[in-house]
Each structure stands twice: as structure tokens, then as C-alpha cells.
């Protein structure tokens, strides 16, 4: 029985192929155009350039596609329906259906067209149960336990798609033998009778799993057409173009398979039950009187038609409308990296505690990782046959990158407990290029208040600070250690600020930035043991121990379990800061609630400053452009896009177009266009604006 409708189906496809596809790409092609344009250009669901790749940025809701859902004790179901698309597929079908009814297709048409009234309600009743059987097969699942849920939401599932294919006999019912609609559902429900299974597995597993299949393998194999963004993004946009051609040509392939299958099907059904005979087929003969030629422009026609939705969506994302780049390197950024910046030649840098990762250009379409040298820059040692190997010089603690790549760094000096400052400079190589190292601060043998940061200065010198020794074991110091240049012989240290440390695990947390504007030098420290926060710093050269000032008021912690995170930047106009706490809500057992301050200040002291209102974020990092202006990148919420905030003006813009995730790190480029690294479900991502 099976064997014999397929074959049915495959003559009929043999015989009006032509027709058929072409009625089945003028329905669609429309449709899948219209829904690529309002994607792209309707902000719903942004344009971007993902791994060199133009694509529709997929984490965007789009009202072009409708969303049902029903969940229940374990068992859900969600259905997206792209509204364009589904509609071009109701008309592809049903001029497909009076094409192998013998219509010529201009003719297909508009018969169509004149039972459209009565096919389009079927659809929709159609449609219709298809949600209510949804829904039905997961209020069923509660009735069984939780084990058992999961089977009882299949098998409710499998029974509503059979009934579903036996209703679906309706449609030829009304756009071959011109049936209403009720006439058409009783005519279907007669002519399968006795053979509901061996009509709906056929058309579920031919007509729907395997065109299901087939698109999704097409889809997969044009996802590795493009070369993950190792080649240009031109040949990213054709690579990427000519797949999905190939996913829209199986879309009006399977669309002209389903109505071959739906004929067949309802002919055979219809012979069984002793009801009328299928129509009459076409022969080869009068399909068509067309010349050879004629034929073959016809055929370059078609193709072209169906190749319409690849090359306006190619074109439309390789404009970028939205002026955003998605990148998802292979390699991975880290959760929050010591240090980011853009570099002179627009590569993308972030280190962390090991090894620093690289997007090459705007677009990822390169990436890399370098690690750190070996120690004292010292060669590599063979450990085998073909293998070398050496100590590094890692974890780092601190870290800065200067715009010709240039990486500083600050790590504990080994088993003498020196804090240890290097440079080297980060090439497109294994390991970061040796420049040199000094000892800043010598450090007792028992000292574990390892909070430091690094800068580079504008004149190529660092600037360094660190917690030290205090006049007791229950007191420290803020230090400060500057020199004009990287290989320094003996560094200036200044003592900034006496701390309380009721011991030497106990120090509180230490941030510095230097402005590549004006060189002023911004200082941090906040003190876990009295929960204050000290800004301030010194104008260009530091000619003088930098003023701190004690700044706000924050919130107890009385577990002393989490430190709070310091953002700092320097600008000409004095330090912008921000403090970020997690906690619980009092007497709960709730989970951490993530609140950022930002604080600026109008003068490198900070005599004068202004605590900004605390916002509850999910993340937030600060950003300096290239006019000095400090910018505050927050992720309001889990899944909610990122938002830019000036720290001066308090004036909020939404960053368009870059999906959502948590804010790991901001950096202006040269341009000062803004490039963001998010951490999303789908991995770390960079996200870079070009307006």
C-alpha cells in the first residue's frame, strides 16, 4: 500500500515537476523575501555579521514568526510558525493541488483563488488543532507521573499529528473535487477509514519527517560552507548565499513532494473507498507545447526565482544596515579579563590571568591566542621527541595592553613574594615576545593581599599599584609605583594611604587607569574591613603622592565572603569609578542580587564628587572614548540587551543589534566605534558597532 502511493506520488512528480516548482517558488519566494527584509531592516531581528558571516541575529524576537507553547510537569511543547512563510506554503500547495488536477498553471492559479475561501478555512481549522492538540497532549501528561509523562506527551503527539494527516485529505477534497469545507472533512474522514496508519505514515514520514530531515542536513552543510571566518567576509557573504540557496530550493522541493503525496494519497483513498477516481493525468504531451529552447529559458528563469530570497538576504546583510558585527571566536574570551583593548592595527585583545585572546579584525574572521613567556623569557626546553616546553611566567594578577600591543603585567615574584612587573609584546605567534622584568615591591614571606593593578603612561612608562606592609600587623599601605620608563632599574614608590588589615588576608581591593589623553592618573581602593570606598589621583607625572578621598556610602558585608568588583577609569576631567556588590536580600534565601554605583568626580583629587544612583545590573563595565568621555556598558538584566550609559550626563543608549548577554568587557577602537565582549548561551561573543 505504501509502496503504491509512493509510486503514485513520484509519477505525478516526473509529469509536472516543471509546474509544480514553479508554482510552489512564485508562492514562496515572496514570502521568504518579504520576511528576510522585515528581519533585517525592521529591527526585530538585526542584521550582523556573525563569524565574517552576514546573518539575521538570531537571539532577536521577530514578529514575523508567531511562538505557541504549553508546559506542564515536565512536559512542553513550542511551536514557531513564520507567518510569511507558512502562508506562501498554504498557497504553493493548493496550486499545486489543481496543477496535477489537470489545470494549466496560470489556470492553477486562479481556480486556487476562487476556492480560496474554502481552503484557507480548512487550513486555519488546521491550524487550529494543531494547537489544541498540543495543549491537549500536555494537560494529558499530568495525569501520568513524572516518569511516565514524557511517553504519555509522545504518544498523545503521534495520535494528533495521524488525525491531523487524515484531515489533511480535505484539501485535495476541496481544490480537486470542489467540496466546502464540511463536505471535504466528512469526505476525508470516509475515504481513510480503515486505513488511518498506513495513510498518515506515509504522509508524516514522506511528506513531512522527511523533507524535515532534508532541510535540516542542507542547513548543516551550508553552516560549513563557510570556512568558521577564515577567509574574507566576501567570499563569507557567496559561501553563505549559495547555502541557503540550497535550503530554499529543498523548501519548494518538498512543498511540490507534498502535494504529489496529498494527490496520491487522496486518489488511492478515494479508489479504495469507492468513491470517485484521481483525475485524469496530464501526459508529457499536453503539458506543455513548449520548444526546446523555450524550456530552457524557462528552467534559467526558475532557477533565478528560486535564488531571489539567497541574494537579497546576502546583499541586504553585507550593507549591515544595523552597523553591528557578531563574532563568536573559536577560542573564547574569558568570564572577566584583566585587561582589553583595541589595538592600533583594529586587532580585538583580551588577557587574562593566562594567555591573551585575539580577534584579528573588526570581523573575527581571524582569532588567535597567545600565550605568556617563559620565564625571564628564557627558551623552550625539549621534553620529548618533537615536543619543547617551559615554566611561564603566569598567573598574572594585573594586566594592561598599550595600543601597539604591548602587554604589561604584574605577577607574585615566585617563592620570594616580590610583586614582579613584565612586558612583552603581543604578536601573532604561540607566546607573547619577551621585553624584560623588575622586582616593584619585595613582600613578607606571609602576605597574601595580592589585589594590584597596572597602567601604561602616555610618555611609555606604567604605573603600578599594590598593598604593602603597614606600621603593624594590623595595618597596611596603598602603594604606588611609577617610572617614565618600562625598563626600569628602580621605580618610584610612594606610600599612599595607611589601611587597617586586622590581618594579611584582609586587604581590601586596588584599581589604577591612566588617561592616554591627558595622563592623569586615577587610584582606587576600597576597604573591605570599614566598607569605604577612597578615589582620587594626581595629574599627568605624578609629581606628587596622589590625594585619595573617602567617597560614599556602601553597604555592610557582614560575611566578608565576597569582595566587591572596582571599575576605574581616568579621565581629564578626574576619576569615574563604579562598585559593583552581590548580596542577598536581608533574612532570605534568595538569590545574589548584582548592584553597580558609579561615582565620578570633578577634579584628579576627588574633593569634589557625585555618587550616581545604584542600579541593579547584571553586569557592567566601563569604557573611556577617544574623547576622554567614560561610558558605562550594562547588561540591565539577564536577557535583556546591553545599554550604553554616559557616567557623566547619566544619558542612556541602547546598543542595537546585539542580542543579549552579560557585559564582560568594553573598549573604544581607534575610530571610535565601541566593541563589547557578552557572555550568551551561545558562547562568548564579540559585538562590535560600526556607527
Given at each position: 500500500m505504501h509502496a503504491s502511493m509512493l509510486d503514485q506520488a513520484l509519477v505525478l512528480l516526473r509529469r509536472h515537476w516543471r509546474a509544480l516548482v514553479a508554482g510552489s517558488a512564485l508562492a514562496l519566494v515572496p514570502a521568504l523575501v518579504t520576511t528576510s527584509l522585515i528581519d533585517m531592516f525592521g529591527g526585530s531581528g538585526p542584521v550582523t555579521i556573525v563569524n565574517g558571516r552576514p546573518v539575521v541575529d538570531g537571539t532577536a524576537d521577530s514578529w514575523t514568526t508567531a511562538y505557541v507553547s504549553a508546559t506542564a510537569d515536565g512536559a512542553s511543547w513550542r511551536l514557531g510558525i513564520p507567518v510569511l512563510v507558512a502562508l506562501g506554503w498554504a498557497?504553493?500547495?493548493?496550486?499545486?493541488?489543481?496543477?496535477l488536477a489537470?489545470?494549466?498553471?496560470?489556470?492553477?492559479?486562479?481556480?486556487?483563488?476562487?476556492?480560496?475561501?474554502?481552503w484557507v478555512a480548512l487550513v486555519l481549522l488546521l491550524a487550529a488543532l494543531t494547537v489544541a492538540g498540543m495543549f491537549a497532549s500536555v494537560l494529558l501528561s499530568r495525569a501520568f507521573p513524572v516518569d511516565l509523562a514524557h511517553l504519555a506527551f509522545f504518544a498523545a503527539s503521534v495520535a494528533c499529528l495521524y488525525g491531523l494527516a487524515r484531515l489533511a485529505l480535505a484539501l485535495p477534497a476541496i481544490l480537486v473535487d470542489g467540496y466546502g469545507v464540511a463536505e471535504a472533512v466528512r469526505r476525508a474522514v470516509a475515504v481513510t477509514r480503515g486505513r488511518v496508519v498506513s495513510t498518515g505514515t506515509m504522509l508524516l514520514v514522506a511528506g513531512a519527517a522527511?523533507?524535515?530531515?532534508?532541510?535540516?542536513?542542507?542547513?548543516?552543510?551550508?553552516?560549513?560552507?563557510?570556512?568558521?571566518?577564515?577567509g574574507p567576509v566576501g567570499n563569507d557573504v557567496l559561501l553563505v548565499g549559495a547555502?541557503?540557496?540550497?535550503?530554499?530550493?529543498?523548501?519548494?522541493?518538498?512543498?511540490?513532494?507534498?502535494?504529489?503525496?496529498?494527490?496520491?494519497?487522496?486518489?488511492?483513498?478515494?479508489?479504495?473507498?469507492?468513491?470517485?477516481?484521481?483525475?485524469?493525468?496530464?501526459?508529457?504531451?499536453?503539458?506543455?507545447?513548449?520548444?526546446?529552447?523555450?524550456?530552457?529559458?524557462?528552467?534559467?528563469g526558475l532557477?533565478?526565482?528560486?535564488?531571489?530570497?539567497?541574494?537579497?538576504?546576502?546583499?541586504?546583510?553585507?550593507?549591515?544596515?544595523?552597523h553591528v558585527t557578531v563574532a563568536h571566536p573559536a577560542v573564547g574570551f574569558g568570564s572577566r579579563p584583566l585587561a582589553m583593548r583595541v589595538l592600533a592595527d583594529g586587532t580585538t585583545a583580551a588577557a587574562d590571568d593566562m594567555q591573551v585572546v585575539l580577534c584579528l579584525d573588526r570581523h573575527c574572521a581571524e582569532d588567535g591566542i597567545v600565550g605568556m613567556p617563559c620565564i625571564d623569557g628564557g627558551p623552550m626546553a625539549a621534553?620529548?621527541?618533537?615536543?619543547?616546553?617551559?615554566?611561564?611566567?603566569?598567573?598574572?594578577?594585573?594586566?594592561?595592553?598599550?595600543?601597539?600591543?604591548?602587554?604589561l603585567a604584574l605577577r607574585r615574584g615566585g617563592p620570594h613574594n616580590a610583586a614582579r612587573f613584565f612586558w612583552c609584546r603581543i604578536a601573532r605567534e604561540s607566546m607573547c615576545r619577551w621585553g624584560g622584568a623588575t622586582t616593584l615591591y619585595q613582600l613578607p614571606k606571609l602576605w597574601e593581599s595580592w589585589s594590584m593593578a597596572v597602567a601604561a603612561t602616555p610618555g611609555g612608562g606604567f604605573a603600578a599599584a599594590l598593598l604593602g606592609p603597614g606600621r603593624d600587623d594590623r595595618h597596611g599601605k596603598l602603594l604606588l609605583v611609577t617610572c617614565a620608563r618600562l625598563d626600569c632599574a628602580q621605580p618610584t614608590v610612594r606610600d599612599v594611604l595607611d589601611v587597617a588589615m586586622p590581618d594579611r588576608w584582609a586587604g581590601g581591593v586596588v584599581n589604577l587607569s591612566v588617561d592616554r589623553l591627558s595622563g592623569n592618573l586615577a587610584l582606587a581602593y576600597f576597604d573591605r574591613g570599614a566598607n569605604a570606598l577612597w578615589l582620587g589621583g594626581c595629574r599627568a607625572g605624578c609629581a606628587h603622592t596622589p590625594d585619595l578621598t573617602k567617597v560614599g556610602d556602601w553597604p555592610t558585608d557582614e560575611s566578608n565572603e565576597s569582595s566587591p568588583v572596582i571599575d576605574l577609569a581616568a579621565t581629564p576631567t578626574g576619576p569615574v569609578a563604579t562598585v559593583t556588590l552581590r548580596s542577598a536580600p536581608e533574612g532570605t534565601d534568595d538569590a545574589e542580587v548584582t548592584t553597580t554605583t558609579v561615582v565620578g568626580c570633578d577634579d584628579p583629587g576627588c574633593a569634589s564628587s557625585r555618587v550616581g544612583e545604584t542600579l541593579t545590573q547584571a553586569s557592567a563595565r566601563l569604557a573611556v572614548d577617544n574623547a576622554g568621555v567614560a561610558f558605562l556598558v550594562t547588561s540591565p538584566a539577564p536577557g535583556e540587551?546591553?545599554?550604553?550609559?554616559?557616567a557623566r550626563t547619566g544619558a542612556l543608549s541602547p546598543l542595537a543589534g546585539?542580542?543579549?548577554?552579560?557585559?564582560?568587557?568594553?573598549?573604544?577602537d581607534a575610530d571610535g566605534h565601541l566593541r563589547v565582549v557578552l557572555n550568551r548561551p551561545d558562547g562568548a561573543t564579540l559585538v562590535s558597532w560600526a556607527g
Amino acid at each position: 500500500m505504501h509502496a503504491s502511493m509512493l509510486d503514485q506520488a513520484l509519477v505525478l512528480l516526473r509529469r509536472h515537476w516543471r509546474a509544480l516548482v514553479a508554482g510552489s517558488a512564485l508562492a514562496l519566494v515572496p514570502a521568504l523575501v518579504t520576511t528576510s527584509l522585515i528581519d533585517m531592516f525592521g529591527g526585530s531581528g538585526p542584521v550582523t555579521i556573525v563569524n565574517g558571516r552576514p546573518v539575521v541575529d538570531g537571539t532577536a524576537d521577530s514578529w514575523t514568526t508567531a511562538y505557541v507553547s504549553a508546559t506542564a510537569d515536565g512536559a512542553s511543547w513550542r511551536l514557531g510558525i513564520p507567518v510569511l512563510v507558512a502562508l506562501g506554503w498554504a498557497v504553493a500547495l493548493a496550486v499545486g493541488l489543481r496543477v496535477l488536477a489537470g489545470a494549466p498553471l496560470r489556470a492553477a492559479w486562479r481556480e486556487a483563488g476562487s476556492r480560496a475561501a474554502s481552503w484557507v478555512a480548512l487550513v486555519l481549522l488546521l491550524a487550529a488543532l494543531t494547537v489544541a492538540g498540543m495543549f491537549a497532549s500536555v494537560l494529558l501528561s499530568r495525569a501520568f507521573p513524572v516518569d511516565l509523562a514524557h511517553l504519555a506527551f509522545f504518544a498523545a503527539s503521534v495520535a494528533c499529528l495521524y488525525g491531523l494527516a487524515r484531515l489533511a485529505l480535505a484539501l485535495p477534497a476541496i481544490l480537486v473535487d470542489g467540496y466546502g469545507v464540511a463536505e471535504a472533512v466528512r469526505r476525508a474522514v470516509a475515504v481513510t477509514r480503515g486505513r488511518v496508519v498506513s495513510t498518515g505514515t506515509m504522509l508524516l514520514v514522506a511528506g513531512a519527517a522527511l523533507p524535515a530531515a532534508a532541510y535540516w542536513l542542507v542547513n548543516v552543510a551550508a553552516d560549513r560552507l563557510a570556512v568558521d571566518g577564515s577567509g574574507p567576509v566576501g567570499n563569507d557573504v557567496l559561501l553563505v548565499g549559495a547555502g541557503s540557496l540550497l535550503g530554499h530550493a529543498t523548501l519548494v522541493a518538498a512543498v511540490a513532494l507534498q502535494a504529489a503525496l496529498l494527490m496520491a494519497a487522496y486518489g488511492d483513498a478515494a479508489a479504495y473507498g469507492d468513491a470517485a477516481a484521481p483525475a485524469e493525468e496530464q501526459t508529457p504531451e499536453t503539458a506543455t507545447a513548449a520548444r526546446p529552447l523555450a524550456r530552457r529559458l524557462g528552467a534559467v528563469g526558475l532557477a533565478l526565482l528560486v535564488a531571489v530570497p539567497s541574494l537579497v538576504t546576502a546583499a541586504a546583510a553585507s550593507a549591515n544596515p544595523h552597523h553591528v558585527t557578531v563574532a563568536h571566536p573559536a577560542v573564547g574570551f574569558g568570564s572577566r579579563p584583566l585587561a582589553m583593548r583595541v589595538l592600533a592595527d583594529g586587532t580585538t585583545a583580551a588577557a587574562d590571568d593566562m594567555q591573551v585572546v585575539l580577534c584579528l579584525d573588526r570581523h573575527c574572521a581571524e582569532d588567535g591566542i597567545v600565550g605568556m613567556p617563559c620565564i625571564d623569557g628564557g627558551p623552550m626546553a625539549a621534553v620529548g621527541e618533537g615536543a619543547s616546553s617551559c615554566s611561564i611566567e603566569a598567573p598574572i594578577d594585573a594586566a594592561d595592553i598599550m595600543p601597539d600591543g604591548t602587554l604589561l603585567a604584574l605577577r607574585r615574584g615566585g617563592p620570594h613574594n616580590a610583586a614582579r612587573f613584565f612586558w612583552c609584546r603581543i604578536a601573532r605567534e604561540s607566546m607573547c615576545r619577551w621585553g624584560g622584568a623588575t622586582t616593584l615591591y619585595q613582600l613578607p614571606k606571609l602576605w597574601e593581599s595580592w589585589s594590584m593593578a597596572v597602567a601604561a603612561t602616555p610618555g611609555g612608562g606604567f604605573a603600578a599599584a599594590l598593598l604593602g606592609p603597614g606600621r603593624d600587623d594590623r595595618h597596611g599601605k596603598l602603594l604606588l609605583v611609577t617610572c617614565a620608563r618600562l625598563d626600569c632599574a628602580q621605580p618610584t614608590v610612594r606610600d599612599v594611604l595607611d589601611v587597617a588589615m586586622p590581618d594579611r588576608w584582609a586587604g581590601g581591593v586596588v584599581n589604577l587607569s591612566v588617561d592616554r589623553l591627558s595622563g592623569n592618573l586615577a587610584l582606587a581602593y576600597f576597604d573591605r574591613g570599614a566598607n569605604a570606598l577612597w578615589l582620587g589621583g594626581c595629574r599627568a607625572g605624578c609629581a606628587h603622592t596622589p590625594d585619595l578621598t573617602k567617597v560614599g556610602d556602601w553597604p555592610t558585608d557582614e560575611s566578608n565572603e565576597s569582595s566587591p568588583v572596582i571599575d576605574l577609569a581616568a579621565t581629564p576631567t578626574g576619576p569615574v569609578a563604579t562598585v559593583t556588590l552581590r548580596s542577598a536580600p536581608e533574612g532570605t534565601d534568595d538569590a545574589e542580587v548584582t548592584t553597580t554605583t558609579v561615582v565620578g568626580c570633578d577634579d584628579p583629587g576627588c574633593a569634589s564628587s557625585r555618587v550616581g544612583e545604584t542600579l541593579t545590573q547584571a553586569s557592567a563595565r566601563l569604557a573611556v572614548d577617544n574623547a576622554g568621555v567614560a561610558f558605562l556598558v550594562t547588561s540591565p538584566a539577564p536577557g535583556e540587551r546591553p545599554v550604553l550609559l554616559n557616567a557623566r550626563t547619566g544619558a542612556l543608549s541602547p546598543l542595537a543589534g546585539a542580542g543579549t548577554g552579560t557585559v564582560v568587557a568594553a573598549a573604544f577602537d581607534a575610530d571610535g566605534h565601541l566593541r563589547v565582549v557578552l557572555n550568551r548561551p551561545d558562547g562568548a561573543t564579540l559585538v562590535s558597532w560600526a556607527g
